[in-house]
């Protein structure tokens, strides 16, 4: 499967606890962005990173988020002390390494509830 | 500000009617736009993709129009078929500085193909 893979699929966690959500790109692409789905809505942009950069994260809560794509391994989303607000689901998308408007594939992405 | 909306929220067609989802824009600077496609429980599909130096792009089944003298994107899906009833979203690349991307949605239109 040469996709956008994400993992969870579905994360389940109890008010305070830690969400740590995974994103490998489609093989060839090192641009990863995050993006955040509520119910009947579209999606809004979180996060764009490259290898070890964040580039620009003007969509991330200022607080309880953040996100990181290191050297080896998948990008990670992690939220700490969810709320029930942040009940959502989160897909990943990446493209390839173009300044050039590259077009974004996505993950199936983690669907994230708070009890 | 940036913003990418839709006219109609739902769309019935009959099986094997053409069937057009519209678009509007406000960023008159954007200059590329992307048409996905998401089912229930599934992360966005891409569709098609439109340059601002192009006002038609046809695929298969699909085409999608750009008049940019009133930042209008539409998508017309012909000989609609079952396997077309999702969620179909427009989204505008919008490029900040330093190289930083990002996608603006829609909310979303539901189109429902009846047998």
């Known amino acids: 499967n040469a996709g956008v893979m994400q993992n969870p699929r579905h994360l389940v966690r109890r008010r305070g606890q830690e969400a740590r959500l995974r994103c490998s790109p489609m093989k060839g692409h090192s641009h990863v962005y995050w993006y955040r789905q509520l119910p009947e809505e579209g999606l809004k942009f979180m996060v764009y990173?490259?290898?070890?950069?964040?580039?620009?994260e003007s969509g991330m809560p200022k607080e309880r988020f953040s996100a990181e794509f290191p050297k080896e391994g998948p990008s990670i989303l992690r939220i700490q002390q969810v709320v029930r607000g942040d009940s959502a689901a989160y897909f990943c998308?990446?493209?390839?390494?173009?300044?050039?408007?590259?077009?974004?594939?996505f993950g199936p992405g983690t669907r994230l509830l708070v009890l | 500000g940036e913003s990418v909306g839709l006219h109609l929220p739902t769309l019935s067609v009959q099986e094997g009617d053409n069937s057009i989802i519209n678009c509007a824009y406000s960023?008159?600077?954007?200059?590329?736009f992307i048409w996905y496609k998401q089912e229930s429980g599934k992360g966005p599909q891409f569709i098609i993709d439109?340059?601002?130096?192009?006002d038609k792009r046809q695929g298969q089944r699909v085409t999608v129009l750009l008049n940019k003298t009133v930042k209008h994107l539409s998508l017309q899906i012909a000989a609609t078929q079952p396997g077309d009833s999702a969620v179909y979203f427009c989204a505008e690349n919008i490029r900040g500085s330093q190289g930083a991307q990002k996608l603006v949605f829609g909310q979303g239109t539901r189109l429902t193909i009846n047998p």
């Open positions: 960023n008159s600077a954007s200059d590329y």
């Open positions: 990173l490259q290898k070890e950069n964040i580039i620009d």
């Open positions: 439109i340059r601002s130096n192009m």
């Open positions: 998308a990446s493209s390839l390494p173009s300044w050039y408007q590259e077009t974004q594939y």
